[in-house]
């Protein structure tokens, strides 16, 4: 009952705290839970942690378009994260906060941070595997089209980051899921290349 309670408080604020598009959205957020859960299932993972640090991975996107510092949103997200759930008190230690906000901080493609523990490894796969398949390939040219960016942009974005995310996975299941969902992308970005 307890972890209930707590997934349900970290979910309503993160969907309070999270965009309102189809991009990096709430939707994004759900997919990138139930892929981490059904990963961390099957290696043994601590699902609390994972749980908690997938719901709150992206609560900082909101905010870095408005940071001074530039920052990256996977830094803000861990900040804010980290405050919320030491606000809130629900039997998590110090030392599960740190977990957490370590998943977060490495999840981000472009953080540059290496995730040490097996949750944040878990957590980065399954971010990245949301970028790539027939949702990832909507995602992208979402993102670009939201950018005021054309087709270009997402031959550029395809080329300079998604169709390298496949090689920036750490686990062997996760490369087994990104085999199929890859396919897809190379399959429109060689029509594309062709047809240009």
Request: charged share 30%; aromatic share 6%; proline share 0%.
């Amino acid at each position: 009952m307890k972890e209930d309670k707590i997934i349900s408080m970290v979910k309503e604020f993160a969907i309070k705290n999270s965009e309102n598009n189809d991009i990096h959205g709430f939707d994004h957020v759900e997919r990138v839970y139930r892929t981490s859960v059904s990963i961390g299932e099957k290696l043994n993972a601590d699902l609390r942690i994972l749980k908690i640090s997938a719901l709150l991975h992206d609560i900082g996107r909101i905010q870095e378009k408005k940071d001074l510092l530039k920052r990256n949103h996977a830094e803000i997200s861990a900040d804010l994260a980290e405050n919320f759930l030491a606000s809130i008190q629900y039997d998590l230690s110090q030392n599960d906060i740190d977990k957490i906000s370590h998943c977060i901080q490495a999840h981000s493609f472009s953080n540059n941070l290496v995730a040490e523990t097996l949750e944040a490894k878990i957590l980065s796969d399954a971010d990245k595997l949301d970028a790539l398949g027939a949702i990832g390939l909507y995602r992208t040219i979402g993102f670009n089209v939201l950018r005021n960016g054309g087709l270009n942009n997402v031959i550029k974005h395809l080329e300079n980051k998604i169709l390298k995310l496949k090689n920036q996975l750490f686990l062997d299941i996760s490369k087994e899921i990104a085999l199929s969902r890859e396919k897809i992308i190379i399959n429109f970005y060689d029509k594309i290349k062709e047809l240009k």
